[in-house]
């Protein structure tokens, strides 16, 4: 690939009058990146693979923060391989861990890959297709560099490292820029292929929530990924929730609250199938953050809602008071796509009396979809209830 082959030229931009001089101007510039290039000058220019890019986006002159993230691979379910982001690689997931940033902030985030090459080698779909994992990110600003793409070389190999940068854009009225404030998710884009479909299927993705100051904070999150063969976070039925009745705790597969906490839920599609997500017992706002804010104008035009469509790469997210008005008691959570419901694309969030316990009357809970647990052959992770 050439320098100039994505160069777009000045004399095209309607905006932009000819001016006298403009193509020696131009010349400079290859010249400049040819040699950056060639001299691989503070990261600023990635060797090899034709992309010149800043490695930071504009706005982030140095990161504020910066976190480890491990890709490993998990015990199979059934005959599935699955992988999973961490914050270490004995607490990998799938979701991975929840992201936080505030508006404004940049963050640098460096990708182990500990994914074993076998592993790679077998979810890998096209032999020519290069071996590794990435993370790449939705909503927040990144250069070329934090791609997470084949394309852009900014992969990880097996066994290495890199660091990605995201930026928290903030809004400007100035610029029009919108700012970045939302929920939002991450994934892997190379695994199996050059859109990470085999990374993805395998466990390969997590939450991100942006706030500005001032939003209302959660007392717990929990992130929800709904996927092909009705699963939830890559489970069905019973699998989708091991919640210990003595002693459950919040994870991917228990969904647990007490009364009056402030739960939050980050919700994203993955895969090939369109869903609907509904809660039992609970509504949000339809907005940027699902809450109507106090004082809010217009709060009578922002629609209440319980149910909400979720097509792949989509994602959403809102509070709610855990059985606010309602109590506690096992609150169904599904696709209300009658044939993914049915098919065990159901869970539940488990909202505990304000002690911690769940009063009489509700300590039995059952799923109404015994589909086999999980989405490998073999079922593995199935548990019984009652
Ligand atoms: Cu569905």
Redesign the pocket.
Known sequence: MSASAWRLSQDDTAAEPPRHGSSTRRMLVVAATVVLTLLGAGGLAVAGSGVFSAERPEGCTKPDRSIQLYAVELPKDGTQIRLGYGLTPQTASYPGPTMEMMEGECLAITLHNQVPVATLEQLRTDPAHPLGVSLHVHGVKYTQLSDGTVQSGSFVPPGQSRTYTWFAQQRNNRTGSPGTAGYWWYHDHVVGGPHGTQGLGAGLFGGLVVRRPGDPKPDRTYTVV?GDR?SINLRRGAATDTCDAQNPQPGPTCLVARKGEKVEFIVVGIGN?M??FHLHGHSWADTRTGVVGNGQPFADSVPIIDNKPLGPGDSFGFQVAAGDSVGPGHWMLH?H?QF?SDGG?STMLHVLDESGAMPPGHDQHSHPATAAAGTGAGGAGEHQHN
């Open positions: 709904f009705q199938d869903h609907t696709c796509m993914h694309m």
